[in-house]
């Protein structure tokens, strides 16, 4: 029979896996993601460097090619953890452009429009919705951070071969985890920030004066008080100072590791007091 | 085993240090309950209790037999909310929004596809499923909520003011939407509202709620049926003759002023019998009307109430 022609019936057929809820918001939020396209284009540009990357690594270890760009039979790129941490500052900038251009619409529109009522009258938690709609910018954010820099890193390998790769394991871990830590710190204060103020437009300029502000205030506080605790509000110096000890980069952080660390559970867990707050059903006015 | 609809038992829902629902108990188990209360007596808070958005202070709350504090999930994938204010994404179109309530609510993609183009035609919204949802008028946006409560095909539809701000076709056309799911027997319906007309024309049970209490319980089905057995009488002639015959049929007689009689027939008396008796007697029947309680009746008098509790 028709669609059309069809009165109310019930649904008696199969249901999808109560855990598995979470990837429909996924894969809504991601297609509409795409559906721009300027942040498709933006996207794409944000491979080029780990291309650019990758043709390096490729005539660093062809002679020819060595010859016609620095005229010395030497290499003229050293692919180690300074590489891999130069690579991951540059595609952290990216990331961060990317999340302020589209982390606050994955949120604010269902808040805005009141569309928490409808989604978590069914069988989908407050905790779910979170992990559905953080885990688009999770997702995309890894295919230009960690992804990449493993393709690379897995490619140095395949050319160096594998004792290289055994001695230079820690650079893997220090990518996939170095990516993670910024992305979670991203994600997190794109998401908090999109639901505590509901507007798309002042929720990515709220994002990008968190960092930038955020900086400029921290170094202020380390003029005048001529400290180093400044620092602790600068969220782009914590991500550092810890990609500094995953990349056993020389010199010395203006923080300890431990203390960047601290800084930050302090940030994400506050982020995440925050989405617990906004994120509900209804509110209540007192 | 058969488990009532709805059933409360002790419940109490504070939100801040407001005490908003205060010792319900009552369980329901018709197909059509209207949940009626002057505002802020509670009808939302019951509602979003239900749902798990609240957590009762103390007390419980079942339905279909599961508990709203530990079967959540269960009961939400068992419910269909339609809720009183504006709950939807404007930049999406409402095939796509239906799908995607489907899809959350468990249907696989292709079903949840089906059921939404099906929902919305239901509706009477096939012709402008494409369209953005933002681009809708009041009247399409309350029929694109009913649409999403019902994609995946509840057991239990929850409608919250659904004739808010329609005119008189689109709230005609609510109402017959609502009277045809009833009638289908696929689902039980709390409506929630505080439009007596709409509650009267569709709901078999009514609740009453007032200053968070349950004031009133109603069968309307059974108030209507005992009301066609009340008669109000004016009589003009001799009627002391008439009076005895109504009473040695078995019905019940109590004079009122300026020749009025109130009568209640006996089971098996009917209004012709009544007729019959005045034309033997030569009595005139100047007036007989059924007693009409209307809700409106009940509400006022479950108003007046003062201190709440059934």
Redesign the interface.
Known sequence: MA??K???????????P?WS?FL??YR?SRRNLFRSKVQTVFFVICLFFPLLCLLGIYANSHLNAITFLSRSTGPFLDVNGRFFSIYLDVQAAFAFLLTAFIGPGLVS??LA???L?????????RTEYVLGKISVLFITLSWMTWVPGLVLFFVQASISGWQWMWDNLWIAGAIVLGSLVWIAVLSLAALALSAWVRWRIVAGALLLGLFFFGAGFGRAINAVLRTQQGYLIDLSQLVSIIWHDLFRDAGEPPLSVSEAWIALLAFTSFCLYLLMRKI???E?V? | MNHPVIEFRNLSVRLGSREVLRDLSCSFSGSTIGLLGPNGAGKSTLINTLLGFWTPSAGSAHIFGSDIRTDAKKIRSLVGYMPENDAFIHNMSAVSFIRLMAELSGLPSEAALERAHESLFYVGLGEARYRKLGSYSLGMKQLAKLAQAIVHGPKLLILDEPTNGLDPPARQRMIRLVREMRDSGQMHIILCSHLLRDVEETCEEVVILKQGRVVHYSNLADERRSNRRFLELELEGTIDGFVDAARRLGCECAPGAFHRWKLVLADNVEVADIYRLAAERNIQLRRLNFRRDTLEDIFLKAMESTNGGL
């Open positions: 669609v059309y069809r009165s109310y019936r019930p649904y008696s057929g199969e249901t999808t109560v809820r429909v918001l809504f529109p269902d429009n009141g569309a009522t409808l989604y978590l009258c069914r069988p989908l938690s509900r059903a209804n209540v007192r």
